[in-house]
């Protein structure tokens, strides 16, 4: 299925984001579908500058912030499993937490209606920080089935919080045609420090492929239509990397057939963390944290900030399938106040890993793998 238009302003935006946050010869893991959402939450309830900023990030303009909330709804259901197929599970929560004492415009909570699993709570910000925020982290705990038992660091809210919009995402699926573990034997992996042993997962099966601009695709089809997608550059990933761009990713989906591949694919255990703040900056997204920042659709309080966004991502790979977890918070305050002989394809070296929504093109998880 070609990729649509509104699914390659996601991966610009992905791309660009990913870039921004990952640290070179490091591995990274983020995901761009968590982040997205609370940053499309944000806009709408933003005005003017505060509003066009992240609006114009995740869609290359900003009067399409509606695509790119029909693209994150629509991402927000799995497919029925076949017969014999296990149920895949994802859940998805989109929680905006306020003080009572902070008046809400009934126009958002309308709009925030339409949402996947959105939802208005009270928390006892200005008077219980640390109450607080142990009763968020509790809600993200629940929704990522504890990978994530606590987003919000001690401190992360203040006494100048009173609010909070907070995405959590819960993924599992098994592969469709799963690998077998007796198939699993250590490896080497040449990571930029050394060749590292690991478990190298094994397969001859037919799966999707393209080979183009430098790039192998490899396509892992999950039950649900999410699929994991591998891009293995044909040089070192931190030549390739600074290059690859929507349109190249883009390519490479279309480009894909069918093919026998002859898989050697290493077990993931990712868990990284990270602020947004900085990063969302050098990508033109800055208006909402300053002081002159206007969140007129949210709320008539002209004192109201983004202080800080932070994330977390768990992403697992194994011979059954995929898990991961991911959970954004952005706080507010106030301010002063085919057939022939397979394709091999071993994934020994640095790659980056895609795990997508197959029919939206929504990703749910972006990881850079330098050391499995």
Same mark, same amino acid.
């Given at each position: 299925?070609?990729?649509?238009?509104?699914?390659?302003?996601?991966?610009?935006? &992905? $791309? *660009?984001?990913?870039?921004? /946050?990952? =640290?070179?010869?490091?591995? %990274?893991?983020? +995901?761009?579908?968590?982040? @997205?959402?609370?940053?499309?939450?944000?806009?709408?309830?933003?005005?003017?500058?505060?509003?066009?900023?992240?609006?114009?990030?995740?869609?290359?303009?900003?009067?399409?912030?509606?695509?790119?909330?029909?693209?994150?709804?629509?991402?927000?259901?799995?497919?029925?499993?076949?017969?014999?197929?296990?149920?895949? &599970? $994802? *859940?998805?929560?989109?929680? /905006?937490? =306020?003080?009572?004492?902070? %008046?809400?415009? +009934?126009?958002?909570?309308? @709009?925030?209606?339409?949402?996947?699993?959105?939802?208005?709570?009270?928390?006892?910000f200005v008077k219980?920080?640390?109450?607080?925020?142990?009763?968020?982290?509790?809600?993200?705990?629940?929704?990522?089935?504890?990978?994530?038992?606590?987003?919000?660091?001690?401190?992360?809210?203040?006494?100048?919080?009173?609010? &909070? $919009?907070?995405?959590?995402?819960? /993924?599992? =699926?098994?592969?469709?045609?799963?690998?077998?573990?007796?198939?699993?034997?250590?490896?080497?992996?040449?990571?930029?420090?050394?060749?590292?042993?690991?478990?190298?997962?094994?397969?001859?099966?037919?799966?999707?492929?393209?080979?183009?601009?430098?790039?192998?695709?490899?396509?892992?089809?999950?039950v649900g239509g999410?699929?994991?997608?591998?891009?293995?550059?044909?040089?070192?990933?931190?030549?390739?990397?600074?290059?690859?761009?929507?349109?190249?990713?883009?390519?490479?989906?279309?480009?894909?057939?069918?093919?026998?591949?002859?898989?050697?694919?290493?077990?993931?255990?990712?868990?990284?963390?990270?602020?947004?703040?900085?990063?969302?900056?050098?990508?033109?997204?800055?208006?909402?944290?300053?002081?002159?920042?206007?969140?007129?659709?949210?709320?008539?309080?002209?004192?109201?900030?983004?202080?800080?966004?932070?994330?977390?991502?768990?992403?697992?790979?194994?011979?059954?399938?995929?898990?991961?977890?991911?959970?954004?918070?952005?706080?507010?305050?106030?301010?002063?106040?085919?057939?022939?002989?397979?394709?091999?394809?071993?994934?020994?070296?640095?790659?980056?890993?895609?795990?997508?929504?197959?029919?939206?093109?929504?990703?749910?998880?972006?990881?850079?793998?330098?050391?499995?």
């Amino acid at each position: 299925m070609p990729v649509s238009d509104v699914a390659t302003t996601h991966f610009d935006f &992905s $791309l *660009a984001l990913h870039k921004a /946050l990952a =640290v070179p010869g490091k591995n %990274s893991c983020f +995901s761009p579908y968590s982040v @997205a959402s609370t940053l499309a939450l944000v806009a709408r309830a933003a005005r003017g500058e505060t509003a066009e900023e992240p609006a114009a990030l995740l869609t290359n303009s900003p009067d399409r912030l509606d695509e790119a909330g029909e693209l994150l709804g629509a991402a927000a259901t799995l497919d029925e499993p076949r017969s014999g197929q296990d149920t895949p &599970s $994802l *859940a998805v929560s989109n929680t /905006l937490w =306020v003080w009572n004492e902070l %008046s809400i415009k +009934s126009d958002f909570t309308d @709009a925030l209606a339409g949402v996947p699993s959105a939802a208005v709570r009270e928390a006892s910000f200005v008077k219980d920080p640390e109450g607080a925020r142990a009763e968020i982290n509790a809600d993200v705990a629940r929704t990522t089935r504890d990978l994530i038992p606590e987003l919000l660091s001690e401190g992360t809210i203040t006494d100048d919080t009173v609010a &909070s $919009l907070v995405n959590a995402l819960y /993924l599992k =699926v098994g592969w469709t045609d799963a690998f077998r573990a007796s198939d699993t034997v250590d490896e080497d992996f040449h990571s930029p420090s050394g060749v590292v042993r690991t478990p190298m997962m094994r397969a001859t099966k037919r799966l999707g492929y393209a080979a183009t601009a430098g790039w192998q695709l490899v396509d892992l089809p999950a039950v649900g239509g999410v699929a994991a997608t591998v891009l293995l550059p044909d040089r070192p990933l931190a030549e390739a990397e600074p290059d690859l761009d929507a349109a190249t990713v883009r390519a490479l989906l279309d480009a894909r057939r069918e093919a026998m591949v002859r898989l050697r694919l290493p077990r993931l255990k990712l868990d990284t963390g990270c602020a947004l703040k900085e990063a969302l900056g050098t990508l033109g997204v800055s208006r909402m944290f300053q002081d002159d920042a206007d969140f007129g659709e949210l709320t008539d309080d002209p004192r109201l900030v983004v202080s800080d966004m932070v994330h977390q991502a768990v992403l697992r790979l194994d011979e059954d399938g995929i898990e991961g977890a991911a959970a954004t918070a952005a706080m507010f305050g106030i301010v002063s106040a085919p057939a022939g002989e397979p394709v091999t394809v071993t994934v020994d070296r640095p790659f980056l890993l895609l795990v997508r929504h197959q029919a939206t093109g929504a990703l749910y998880f972006l990881a850079r793998v330098v050391t499995p």
